[in-house]
């Protein structure tokens, strides 16, 4: 039986974490904690590292040197116990387009464990808490992009898990949809789940607790926003990347 860690201070505890893919590396031993409740972004351009970090961390990839406790357990040790205790949205829409909404929700709540007399008033309080009751019949497919968007991350977290990652949740939505997710995931904060999040829109970062910038496979920096613009004497976080991009 797989055993949690005895050290419970930090939800995500990554050390010195790489993946190789042949020559080529990937992601470049990269450290880093993360605590309950934090809002933790992993920036970069795309190809920066910050996707093959993620199926590290999800236990979707095997590291190749290194190590990661999340959730209590070990990504390397354990992988299908770190994929039952998280929630995880990727970059691919990971909702089933020829299910309806609420086929959606109970699929995954029956994956993620739930007890079956359970899983209805989950599918009603979720459905509610979306405003999706008029759309509870239909075919996901027939979504548009945001609804399907925040339907998704709101299935990530159906089983209440202690973090949840979300791969470019945001990417391809329109700005109200941004400012609309950005909403739900405060108040997942606020709930004390922790989420980690990639993006490649760097304004983002703003909304972050911590902040990392991942250049070429390996963290350039880390701190909060307002720390990573004082420190390099900058007005946003746009001019942080660039000049970190540019060392």
């Known amino acids: 039986m797989a055993k949690k860690t005895n050290d419970n201070k930090y939800v995500v505890s990554v050390k010195d974490l790489t993946k190789k893919f042949g020559s080529f590396t990937a992601v470049n031993s990269i450290s880093f904690d993360v605590t309950k409740g934090e809002i933790f972004g992993f920036l970069g351009a795309n190809g920066a590292g910050k996707t093959t970090a993620i199926k590290m961390l999800t236990g979707l990839s095997k590291p190749s040197s290194g190590t990661a406790i999340v959730a209590g357990y070990d990504v390397i040790k354990n992988p299908e116990k770190v994929k039952y205790k998280i929630g995880y949205m990727s970059q691919k829409f990971s909702l089933y387009d020829d299910l309806k909404v609420f086929e959606n929700i109970r699929l995954y709540a029956g994956i993620y464990g739930i007890p079956s007399k359970e899983i209805k008033s989950k599918i009603n309080n979720l459905i509610d808490e979306l405003g999706m009751e008029n759309m509870r019949n239909k075919l996901v497919g027939d979504l548009p992009l945001g609804w399907k968007q925040k339907l998704a991350f709101a299935v990530a977290m ?7 990652f979300l791969d470019e949740p945001t990417s ?3 700005p109200i949809t941004r400012r609309q997710f950005w909403e739900m995931i405060y108040k997942a904060s606020e709930k004390g789940i922790t989420v980690f999040i990639t993006t490649h829109y760097l304004d983002e970062a703003e909304y972050c607790t911590r902040a990392s910038i ?12 307002t720390k990573l613009k004082e420190n390099l004497g900058v007005k946003s976080m746009q001019e942080v990347f660039v000049k970190l991009a540019r060392g």
């Not at 159906?158 to 949840?164: K, N, Q, R, S």
């Open 158 to 164: 159906v089983h209440d898990p202690p973090v949840v």
């Open 214 to 225: 991942m250049v070429d496979g390996v963290i350039k920096a880390l701190d909060t926003p």
């Open 172 to 174: 391809g939505v329109d």
